[in-house]
């Protein structure tokens, strides 16, 4: 089957290349995919070209398919069942996030479709989902609900971290004001999670190059204000919209480094930021 895959390490590039398809174990769950999205985590490394034949992994970690295969000692999934991963492939299963349930904390997680591994991604024809992480980790697979579609599934990932964010790991209460920097998908869904749960301002922080697209999508996903982090003082912008004193909840969305000293500089006392996005820069 083909599959896209990234070859060498650290910023490698991506190269479409046969693979043979998963052999089912006696544990395993192998899902033919029907949807797959693009992560920010896969356009670091779209047009790069690392030299490198060496190959890092088959890519896709945001998917959703039908179980094509079952194990013979596999009881909880059946053949033809929709279901989407949450890209788990392994995870110690002793460790303190372990024992806690948070999975995504383990020190040795292993996850499909973007670390190195032989059980493949979405970006193929199939994906394995190993017997050990069914074991372990009961939610590594959900079923998808009737009325959801394989492409709506497939962004559950983000559109779960959007929802982590602000109603788990937040004291958000409705009523409250909410400041989203960043635009990518995290960014909007946040600001739809915001909104949901009864935010009043909604501020969404880009740059520039989120006027002509991103900035309305904020809009009509919810935001009521946006600010243009290449021409205005964003500290100063968001509290003028929200109150010097009123702002409680930043969800930093970007990565950047700076934007996280400007969410806490924004803040009221006792105010919380969220940080959801990955950067790559250490200083």
């Not at 047009?47 to 596999?74: L, T």
């Not at 004001?177 to 999670?193: E, K």
Request: aromatic share 6%; net charge negative; glycine share 12%.
């Amino acid at each position: 089957m083909k599959a896209l895959a990234r070859f060498g390490k650290a910023f490698g590039g991506y190269k479409m290349i046969d693979v043979p398809q998963p052999i089912c174990g006696p544990e395993d769950v192998v899902i033919e995919i029907k949807a797959a999205a693009i992560c920010g985590a896969d356009m670091k490394h779209y047009n790069v070209d690392s030299g490198s034949d060496e190959f890092n992994s088959i890519r896709g970690h945001e998917f959703a398919g039908c179980i094509a295969q079952v194990g013979e000692k596999v009881k909880d999934w059946k053949v033809g069942q929709r279901v989407v991963s949450d890209n788990s492939g392994h995870v110690c299963g002793v460790c303190p996030a372990c024992e806690q349930g948070d999975f995504l904390c383990c020190t040795e997680k292993v996850n499909l479709g973007l670390d190195n591994n032989t059980w493949g991604g979405g970006f193929s024809k199939y994906c394995l989902v190993p017997g050990e992480i069914l074991k372990i980790h009961r939610h590594a697979l959900w079923e998808i609900p009737d009325g959801v579609d394989y492409e709506d599934a497939a962004v559950l990932d983000p559109i779960c971290n959007a929802y982590k964010s602000i109603a788990q790991q937040s004291k958000f209460l409705p009523g409250q004001d909410v400041v989203v920097i960043g635009t990518g998908p995290l960014g909007l869904f946040s600001v739809q999670m915001a909104r949901i749960m009864g935010a009043v301002n909604i501020v969404v922080v880009g740059l520039q190059e989120d006027v002509a697209v991103r900035f309305p999508v904020a809009k009509e996903l919810g935001a009521t204000a946006v600010v243009n982090g290449s021409t205005e003082d964003v500290v100063a912008r968001c509290q003028q919209i929200c109150g010097k004193d009123n702002l409680g909840l930043v969800i930093e969305c970007s990565g950047a480094n700076i934007a996280l000293k400007q969410a806490i500089e924004m803040l009221r006392p006792n105010g919380e930021v969220v940080r959801v996005g990955m950067g790559f820069q250490t200083s």
